[in-house]
């Protein structure tokens, strides 16, 4: 067997754990939707795994619930990232700030202890600008000067065509093509959207992965040796 010269990546988002469910009896808070994808990350041999926002529905959560949740990522074991969202932002009382989380040494929170976490063994690393509160922000600023070969980003917001009425009211956290263009990433890991689709720059790999409780799937990423970059919705 020849050594895999390749990084795989499993980007997925919005799984809104511990939503509470008004319309059944499921109180499963979504956790079975989080095993599935980190089964499916092993078995697929995957080096990295990003949620890319919304991973729980809100920071109101139970002990039980986040406890559960930190065990099922804390045994996956390889790395995973996570992107606070617009529903489970950075805030003082954020359950990323817990210390169940703290305690779970496989799981990056961004924002926690800055805006990017490295992985030198993959030569790669992930950068994106946290929600922090409920407020607006620009999901995709500049990106900070590449240090490592694969340089990703991530982002939590609704992608924008260039408009030619700037007056109108489009709504929040807007990520707008430029911002893809200008972020020069390997790939741009996006979020809040619950369909898989491309959007962007045809030069610049930006996918909302969409909720795999909606699509169905998430996205593999393998970045070859040779720099290119294939994506892939495999089904959970
Ligand atoms: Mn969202």
């Known amino acids: 067997m020849s050594a895999r010269h390749e990084v795989l990546i499993v980007h997925t988002s919005d799984l809104h754990l511990g939503a509470d469910s008004i319309l059944t009896d499921d109180d499963s808070g979504n956790v079975p939707v989080l095993r599935q994808v980190l089964s499916m990350a092993r078995s697929q041999q995957a080096d990295l795994v990003i949620l890319a926002g919304d991973t729980f529905d809100h920071n ?12 099922v990522m804390t045994g996956f074991g390889l790395p995973i990232v996570i992107l606070p969202g617009n529903h489970d932002p950075l805030t ?40 922090v509160d409920y407020l607006d922000m620009m999901p995709l600023p500049e990106p900070p000067e590449r240090r490592t070969r694969w340089q990703l ?66 996205n593999t990423v393998r970045l070859h040796d040779d720099s290119r970059v294939e994506v892939t919705q495999v089904p959970v």
């Open 92 to 131: 003082p009382d954020s359950v990323y700030r817990r210390s169940e989380f703290g305690n779970a040494g496989n799981v990056h929170v961004l924002g926690l202890t800055g805006d990017r976490s490295g992985f030198p063994d993959l030569d790669l690393e992930v950068w994106g600008r946290p929600h």
């Open 60 to 71: 109101r959560q139970g002990a039980r619930r986040t406890e559960e949740v930190a065990e």
């Open 153 to 218: 980003a991530v982002a939590h917001g609704h992608y924008v065509e260039d408009t030619p009425r700037p007056d109108l009211l489009l709504g929040s956290w807007l990520i707008r093509q430029e911002n893809i263009t200008a972020s020069g990433a390997d790939y741009v890991a996006l979020g809040h959207w619950n369909r898989a689709v491309r959007v962007g720059d045809p030069g610049v790999p930006a996918y909302y992965s969409g909720s795999p409780s909606y699509a169905g799937t998430v």
